[in-house]
């Protein structure tokens, strides 16, 4: 395989994948590598490698400046059935859509998926991908991905998918490149002796390698764009017009286009694959690499470029190609700057991409309809504002929005105004300023407070009642929650009165005296938008549900909701709330003592700095807490810092209670000083400290800390092993030694270090040492509460009696024994202990 140099290795994988996944066990490999490493040459090899009777899927990801949504979905389409390729033309809803493809893939045998140059790919294909990956190892199916990995920025939709998928489902292949020796291998068959000299150029890049030696020329190129363009240039004046042609077609090259073209460039299409210049695959056709088209098409004039989109354009509106997407026609129409055309298209085609939860696209569509339209329609505006708010473009969200309202005003249209108030108030929550959206809120209800019931008026009343539940501010929630429901009442309008109660119900249970009550209104707001199929209104209620939940310290039932709200999301592209319950099941994982999860889990969270600050506040806390129970107190101070920042800006106590929470452990375990807005947050933050769970929670570690006397308990500790060790340490003799044992599973090595010293300085001996280093390396990735069930497994206790130690419902053992079985790939009780013991997970 002289064309596959140091490949080999990369080949066997591909293909030791294929058999495994033939035989039962599907699985997705990702080929990672930059420009030019090989992925596209390996991808070809392999297919050829494969039986006859395979079904090869082939799609690729396009880099238009709006790429295609679900582009390759539509390449592999034709090759799936007639019948899912009739089922996509007409159906709108994606997760049918992603479902009738799975249902497909189960009737096939052997079946090869690949998606190439996925770094290129939109929103839309990015959830697919995601649906793919995470179902294909159910199937007789290889799912192979390629993309740039230098290309996947920390805002691109692939940048956390590994952590999102089930391990052992998938392969991450990064292809290295070529060797000196390598190198010199290639430079000899072609009679090249410098190649030291290629090897430094090059730095082993087999693309720009085998581009170089391509020629016959004896220098070395001191550019790869100047061996590309010798390529080009050596060809017939009719050949370099053709691929200057092909050059502006930034995507694959359908069948209909190059036979359109081949009338105008007869034979061009047989030279330039003969070349190689050109390679075809099932059907269609392309650059050998993506950098050879660049080369060419940059190497064009302005006057050129704008002159080619314009006959593709001509081509395209005489009905000459039937394989063009809306996308890609606003495409054309941009660099042949034909601004009356992009005008017209580009919002249908925003509306296109939206249809199918392409929602980073579209906002792009409507953006470039904004900058091709004069004047620009109020339409637009606002519509780019809500994709912008779907994709968390915030910023130029609230930019459109404004100029919407503007033009209300303009049009002197009240209704309009207050609703364009209304959501400019929704949008600066968002980008966490409280006090714009409470002030946006209040012009709303001023403008129309008219006394009619319309739904503009309704629907602002829910929206401030809803800023008032997130303040915490009981009173007021209620009081604008039910007039929102009452007019929606009068209106029969299902969707505010879902919301309405949603809020109603959200802010009951943030205390303890109305929780219950609250907690069936917050339901029934959830009955109501899952009946009505309003996707945004259930999200809200399952994230509103599972945020109260935890807060209450109602642990299993907030995992129940969780699983129910994050698949409901998932299955219809809900991110917004996606995130958001992310953010908050990663308090329920901390609570619970599952600190290897909470803590991978809020990293992926933190390392996308565009979520919402509720989002990033929450991966701030948890990753501080974490730092200071392991004292690595520097970096607690860091993420602190940032996380009070964020949560100063909403004003809210659901934000800034989590961070000074955060900082006052800091201060107990490190020592620092207490900071004086502790003392003021009692005052500042909250109506009615009674029975607010915000309050007992920020109450209990200022009474740790002797600033407040004693106070009411947020709720039940028994699921919570820290705050029960904290809690326990205070009893006899034995208790404390439980709660420094406890410490040492969960890995808190600054908070036993601490309570440690308390007993020293009390004068107590015989302190426990602690666990094994080879427990805590715990390479089964057991959780800590595992390890305590594993410990008292090996005991011989049975359910009830570990429920009754551990302070946590038998049921809850029961799910913490099933996952231990799970990880140590073991069918009893017996047998887990026994392998515990082997590899040193008990505690001697």
């Known amino acids: 395989m002289a064309d596959l140099e140091e490949r080999s ?77 009739s089922l996509l033309k007409e159906e709108k809803k994606r997760h049918i859509i992603f479902s009738s493809l799975i249902d497909e893939l189960a009737s096939l045998q052997g079946v090869v998926i690949v998606f190439e140059d996925v770094h290129w790919a939109d929103e839309a294909t990015v959830d697919l991908i995601k649906f793919l990956a995470r179902r294909v190892y159910r199937y007789r199916c290889l799912f192979v991905l390629t993309f740039r990995d230098d290309e996947i920025h920390a805002r691109h939709g692939l940048k956390n998918i590994f952590g999102e998928l089930v391990p052992h489902t998938f392969s991450k292949v990064l292809i290295q490149r070529l060797s000196l020796k390598a190198v010199q291998q290639l430079a000899l068959k072609r009679g090249n002796r410098a190649a030291k000299q290629l090897y430094d150029l090059t730095g082993g890049n087999p693309f720009y390698v085998t581009e170089i030696l391509a020629h016959d020329d004896a220098a070395i190129p001191d550019r790869v764009k100047d061996s590309i363009l010798t390529t080009f240039n050596s060809k017939d004046d009719n050949s370099r017009a ?8 930034p995507s694959r090259i359908e069948r209909d286009v190059a036979d359109r073209l081949e009338e105008d460039f007869p034979g061009c299409l047989d030279s330039c694959l003969s070349s190689g210049i050109l390679v075809s695959r099932l059907g269609s056709f392309s650059f050998k690499h993506e950098l050879f088209r660049i080369t060419i098409e940059e190497s064009l004039g302005n006057a050129r470029r704008k002159q080619l989109h314009r006959k593709m354009l001509s081509m395209i509106q005489s009905h000459q190609l039937q394989s063009v997407s809306l996308s890609q026609l606003v495409h054309h129409a941009q660099y042949a700057d034909e601004r009356k055309l992009v005008s017209e298209i580009a919002p249908r085609a925003a509306e296109e991409a939206s249809s199918v939860g392409a929602h980073i696209e579209a906002s792009k569509l409507y953006e470039i309809a904004i900058r091709f339209t ?81 739904r503009e008026r309704t629907m602002a009343y829910s929206n401030i009642a809803q800023l008032y539940m997130l303040n915490d501010d009981r009173e007021q929630a209620l009081l604008w929650g039910n007039r929102a429901v009452e007019l929606a009442s009068r209106m029969d309008d299902k969707e505010i009165a879902s919301h309405g109660l949603n809020n109603i119900g959200c802010a009951m249970m943030r205390f303890s005296d109305t929780i219950l009550e609250g907690e069936k209104i917050l339901r029934q707001s959830l009955s109501i938008a899952l009946t009505n199929d309003l996707h945004e209104h259930a999200a809200r209620a399952y994230t509103n549900l599972s945020f109260a939940l935890v807060l ?25 709330w996606n995130y958001y319950m992310q953010s908050e099941r990663i308090k329920l994982l901390l609570d619970t003592g599952q600190y290897h999860e909470a803590e991978a889990s809020s990293a992926l969270l933190e390392a996308y700095a565009n979520h919402p600050a509720m989002v990033r506040i929450a991966a701030l806390v948890v990753l501080a807490k974490l730092r200071t129970r392991k004292g690595n107190f520097d970096e607690a101070r860091k993420f602190i810092d940032e996380a009070r920042a964020l949560a100063t800006m909403t004003g809210e106590p659901q934000r800034i209670v989590p961070v000074l929470v955060a900082q006052l452990e800091l201060c107990w375990i490190a020592g620092d000083p207490v900071p004086n807005e502790v003392m003021n947050a009692e005052s500042v933050l909250f109506a009615d400290k009674k029975h607010s769970y915000h309050y007992f929670m920020l109450a209990e570690w200022m009474h740790r800390l002797s600033l407040i006397p004693v106070v009411e308990s947020v709720g039940n500790i028994n699921d919570t092993p820290y705050e029960q060790a904290l809690a326990m340490f205070s009893g006899d003799a034995t208790a404390r030694r439980s709660a420094l044992h406890m410490l040492d599973v969960l890995g808190a090595t600054a908070t036993l270090d601490k309570l440690k010293g308390q007993l020293k300085e009390q004068g107590i001996k015989n302190i426990p040492r602690g666990l094994r280093e080879s427990t805590k390396s715990n390479p089964f990735q057991l959780t800590n509460r595992q390890i305590d069930v594993l410990n008292l497994l090996s005991e011989g206790l049975q359910n009830a009696e570990i429920a009754e130690r551990l302070f946590i419902s038998a049921k809850t053992v029961d799910h913490h024994i099933s996952a231990i079985l799970e990880k140590l790939e073991v069918n009893s009780r017996a047998k887990a202990v026994s392998k515990a013991q082997q590899v040193g997970l008990l505690v001697k």
């Not at 209450?552 to 219809?572: K, L, M, Q």
Request: proline content about 4%.
């Open 374 to 454: 004069d004047p620009v329609s109020i339409t637009l505006y606002e519509k780019h504002a809500y994709e912008c708010y779907l994709t968390n473009e915030i910023t130029l969200a609230i930019g459109s929005q404004q100029k919407a309202l503007e033009l209300w005003r303009e049009r002197k249209s009240k209704l309009k105004e207050g609703d364009a108030l209304r959501f400019l108030s929704r949008l600066w929550w968002f980008g966490g300023n409280r006090a714009n959206a409470m002030q946006f809120a209040q012009d709303a209800i001023e403008i129309l407070e008219n006394g009619f019931p319309t």
């Open 242 to 249: 053709f691929l200057e042609f092909l050059s502006i077609l």
């Open 9 to 85: 290795e990369y080949l066997v994988r591909l293909i030791d994948a294929y058999r495994t996944a033939a035989s039962g066990e599907g699985h997705t490999v990702f080929l990672m590598g930059e420009a030019g490493i090989g992925k596209t040459s390996l991808v070809n090899h392999f297919l050829k490698q494969l039986p006859k009777d395979a079904a090869i899927l082939l799609g690729s990801c396009d880099p238009l400046s709006t790429p295609r949504p679900l582009g390759p979905l539509y390449d592999i389409a034709p090759q799936v059935s007639s019948r899912f390729q």
């Open 552 to 576: 209450a310290r109602r642990y299993s039932e907030a995992e129940i909701v969780f699983t129910e709200g994050i698949r409901y999301c998932e299955d219809r592209d809900l991110n917004s």
